[in-house]
């Protein structure tokens, strides 16, 4: 049966790579979150760290979607996210990355006791790297950029109207 795949965690843990990967070795649709509807495709993969705090409506949305947990070394997020400047025209305080990638991962274990278990399955955002679009030195990408040399979106991801601009 085809179904939807959610590829879901915390923000800058991997989800579009891994989401983009999916699509290719499946042959699925990639949708990106900022596209994301409840009329998608049944045979898509949604890029939608966004929709980690509704999967449980999502999952009785749709009964046979699959579910995909990203896991990233925190550090390594934390420093993607200060790199972005995520959310920091919004929240000044230190302290908010950290605890915001402790807090998915502990929702995300509540989450797993909620849902069957063939209803979901873990990446971890080191695997990815034997797959050949995986770049070791994202230093210089955009905000949403997955591939070298093909930037996607702004260098930062501050209130810069990008977001509400979109229109594709």
Do not use: C
Request: charged share 25%; net charge positive; proline share 6%.
């Amino acid at each position: 049966m085809t179904h939807p795949i959610f590829v879901t965690g915390p923000q800058r843990a991997g989800s579009r790579l891994a989401s983009h990967i999916i699509a290719r070795q499946t042959g699925r649709k990639f949708i990106d979150e900022l596209k994301y509807n409840p009329d998608i495709p049944i045979n898509s993969v949604i890029q939608a760290p966004f929709i980690l705090k509704a999967i449980l409506e999502v999952s009785y949305m749709f009964p046979t979607a699959q579910f995909a947990f990203m896991y990233r070394n925190v550090d390594d997020i934390v420093k993607s996210m200060e790199r972005i400047e995520w959310y920091k025209d919004y929240i000044g305080d230190s302290n908010f990355y950290r605890n915001y990638v402790g807090h998915s991962y502990r929702y995300i274990d509540f989450l797993k006791k909620e849902l069957d278990n063939n209803r979901w399955f873990d990446i971890r955002y080191e695997s990815l790297s034997y797959d050949p679009m995986f770049v070791t030195d994202r230093q210089n990408f955009t905000v949403k950029q997955h591939l070298p040399n093909k930037p996607f979106g702004p260098k930062t991801w501050r209130n810069d109207e990008y977001i509400r601009s979109i229109k594709e």
